[in-house]
């Protein structure tokens, strides 16, 4: 229980950065002190072994591994090889050349992109039904020629010819061909006539366009031929196409045509941006060309004359034998120096909120590593693709049986170490970071509230959809294409498939070699119809009820204040069977006769004691989880027997606490701490003479108070706010359940049992 706790209103003594630099410096030490007590000798010798271990086999294997290499000589184009060169080994290397040839054909295969623009489309209709008013304006007013064309050379200066003009104004086709021109123009402006470019066109495709515009709000795209594109160059067949289309007459079309090459503009323009981006995205998933030079190839005959091809293979091969890349292998160390520091401080009980032992510790260990091996050796195999690593480690299998041995907070920290172990094994990246983060905080929350083994079936259906989305999500950026982009989601899916599986196979042969009280086996041991329980029903049924309210108090109060209401269910219910030897002599089970009338308050209290190492003995012949059995063996600490030393005291005033006091320990968890208190209210309470609801709090008050006062909560993490809410859970939960019992003197209150 944390008893240094300062109460309000009291301030801590000399100045506030004193103060400060105390609470960090005790913080460390506390801290210091929990590494230290979970990392003995024994674990401190195995988990140094194991860095070493990492960091030599990072070095050898790692990225930019520092492994034997073969050097090759140089040599010149043109001279005659003086021996034969043959690979000593399996060479894959990059040839730059084939590579840049692929990136160029892929460039060139990216259609230029050219965009409508509708506001030079609408100015230009605009233009040419304000030309049509005025020339009708003027037609009906019977101008003269001269007036006429000066009229229309002042609002549309340089737009058309006197000619143009007075053939247009005086024609009896004039109406006719206005109409015509208005609906020609308007259909190949929004054809788009193009702008091309003096220059930049030349790094695209050259057969193809793709020409973009915005209909009702929504983009479209079409692929068109460049021959096909309009512009100025082919406006007048694109016009006398129309025409014809339109089956115009000879003498309209002409009036017609002339007016939509004054009036026509280009509307269709060339994104140099975005066409750029395309280049960029395809030069960034463009694979590089790897060659494989099969171990015992000749890479060069002797005696032949080394060509420009040959040289540049020799070359490629030098390279790739001689390349040590320190940095990347002192970086995977650094990392997985950091990793080691990491997991040491957030997974022991004070940030990871679990206490697990020491056989857990070396297991989870020894998981860890064989992760990171597993992570190095996948990562050799596919050095190419960093992500695809991450399909083949099970770090949703280690995360689910963490999640459920461990609880789902220190699931979440030990998937973040798992993490950073594979960036470290495989090489920075970031989209196998974030699956391996992924796939560890999907397996957590599939498992989350699966309380039979049954729903780990339902999980791994579910962990398969979130493996799956989460590749798909992770590739699309740069992928190929929808086949791409469904591989990996298919990789995703099959891997949480298989850690489920594997999952439910393991799950229970770690219950019985770890003795675990997983959330499975708890929900196993809570049937009351286990041989254990029927005995205590049958031979103890007092007894027997006892401890059933003492499990539903347990239970609620460590809902209440977030410890593991499902173990405390459990403890309640086996805390007493050590009583099954001999039920007789604990009160709950007499009906009028006390055996205790016979006995000296010190026998009758090394009877009573004895209870609690019988009991303890039973549970672990049962085969209980440690932590069961810890509430067994805890359930009365090292309380002394109030009632039977007050009797001693009588005659023997010097009588000794220590002979009345239970064999066990402090409570050491909360929900040991939760049972002890629910014991012992659940027990005093029927005692309570004409209780009310004041009388009642106030009387469990003084019950938990007094266990505080005793010492009996100084080993658990209780604090004062967590006994004010088991408080008040008893209250709520004992209102209505009281039954007849001898009244407990003041001190202790606590009667034999």
């Known amino acids: 229980m944390n008893r240094n706790k ?152 340089g737009l058309l010819s006197r000619e143009e003009v007075l053939s247009v104004a005086r024609s009896p086709y004039r109406a006719q061909a206005l109409s015509q021109a208005e609906a020609m123009l308007r259909r190949l402006l929004d054809r788009g006539i193009a702008a091309l470019p003096a220059q930049g066109l030349e790094r695209y495709n050259g057969d193809y366009v793709e020409l973009r515009r915005v209909s009702e709000g929504k983009a479209a795209a079409e692929e068109i031929p460049r021959g096909r594109l309009l512009t100025f160059k082919n406006l007048g067949s694109a016009i006398d196409e129309e025409a014809a289309v339109r089956r115009i007459g000879r003498p309209v079309a002409a009036l017609a045509g002339g007016l939509v090459r004054s009036f026509a503009v280009e509307n269709a323009f060339f994104d140099a941006e975005q066409s750029e981006r395309r280049l960029d995205a395809v030069r960034s998933r463009v694979e590089p060309v790897r060659r494989t030079i099969a171990k015992g190839e000749h890479i060069l005959r002797k005696g032949a004359v080394v060509s420009a091809a040959d040289a540049a293979k020799l070359a490629d091969a030098r390279d790739e034998l001689s390349r040590v890349d320190w940095g990347a292998g002192l970086g995977g160390v650094g990392l997985l120096a950091a990793t080691i520091a990491l997991g040491l401080f957030v997974l022991g009980p004070g940030v990871a909120g679990s206490r697990q032992r020491r056989s857990h510790d070396y297991l989870l260990g020894a998981a860890a590593f064989a992760y990171f091996i597993a992570a190095l050796l996948v990562a050799r195999l596919l050095a190419d693709e960093p992500m695809s690593v991450g399909f083949l480690l099970p770090t949703a299998l280690l995360a689910m049986l963490t999640s459920v041995l461990a609880g789902p907070r220190y699931s979440a920290l030990y998937g973040m170490i798992l993490a950073l172990l594979a960036q470290a094994a495989a090489g920075l990246d970031a989209r196998l970071l974030v699956f391996c983060s992924l796939s560890s905080a999907a397996g957590t929350f599939a498992v989350r509230s699966a309380s039979s083994r049954i729903e780990l079936v339902r999980a791994g259906a579910l962990l398969a959809f979130l493996e799956g989305a989460a590749a798909a999500f992770l590739a699309a950026p740069g ?275």
């Open 6 to 157: 300062p109460q309000a209103g009291t301030q801590p003594s000399g100045s506030a950065p004193s103060f400060f630099l105390r609470a960090i410096r005790a913080g460390a030490s506390s801290r210091a002190s929990e590494l230290a007590r979970r990392i003995d000798k024994p674990a401190a010798a195995a988990l140094a072994l194991a860095a070493a271990a990492s960091v030599l086999l990072l070095l050898l294997f790692g990225p930019g591994s520092a492994a034997s290499r073969h050097e090759l000589p140089a040599i010149e184009v043109g001279l005659v090889a003086d021996r034969d060169f043959v690979a000593e080994r399996e060479l894959s290397y990059v040839d730059e050349a084939a590579t840049a040839l692929r990136i160029a054909a892929e460039e060139r295969l990216v259609l230029p992109v050219f965009v409508i623009d509708d506001k030079p489309a609408a100015r230009a209709l605009d233009r040419y039904r304000s030309f049509q008013l005025l020339v009708a304006e003027l037609v009906a007013r019977k101008t003269a020629d001269d007036t006429l064309y000066l009229s229309i050379q002042s609002q549309f200066p």
């Open 479 to 753: 992928a190929s294409g929808s086949g791409a982009v469904l591989w990996a989601a298919l990789w995703g899916a099959g891997n949480g498939f298989a850690c489920a599986l594997l999952a439910l196979a393991l799950l229970p042969v770690l219950e019985q070699a770890l003795n675990a009280p997983t959330r499975f086996r708890l929900m196993e041991l809570s049937d009351l119809n286990s041989p254990i329980l029927k005995r205590l029903l049958t031979v103890a049924p007092g007894t027997y009820s006892h401890s059933v309210t003492v499990a539903h108090l347990a239970e609620s109060a460590c809902r209440e204040i977030g410890a593991d209401p499902l173990l405390a269910r459990v403890g309640a219910y086996y805390h007493d069977i050590g009583k099954i030897e001999q039920p007789e002599y604990f009160v709950e089970n007499q009906s009028g006769y006390n055996k205790h009338d016979e006995l000296s308050p010190r026998l009758s209290a090394t009877v009573i004691r004895s209870h609690v190492k019988i009991g303890a003995e039973k549970a672990r012949a049962l085969g209980l989880p440690d932590a069961v059995v810890d509430i067994v063996a805890q359930h009365h600490g090292n309380a002394a027997i109030a009632w039977f030393l007050a009797e001693a005291r009588k005659s023997e005033p010097e009588a000794n606490p220590e002979d009345f006091s239970y064999p066990g320990q402090p409570p050491a968890s909360k929900e040991a701490a939760v049972v002890m208190l629910a014991d012992s209210v659940e027990a005093a309470t029927r005692s309570l003479k004409r209780p009310t609801m004041p009388r009642l709090e106030e009387f469990i008050r003084e019950i938990v108070m007094d266990k505080v006062k005793q010492g009996q909560l100084d080993r658990c993490d209780l604090t004062f706010k967590d006994i004010d809410a088991i408080r008040d859970s008893f209250t709520r939960i004992l209102a209505g359940h009281f039954h007849s019992r001898i009244e407990y003197p003041k001190v202790g209150r606590e009667q034999a049992r």
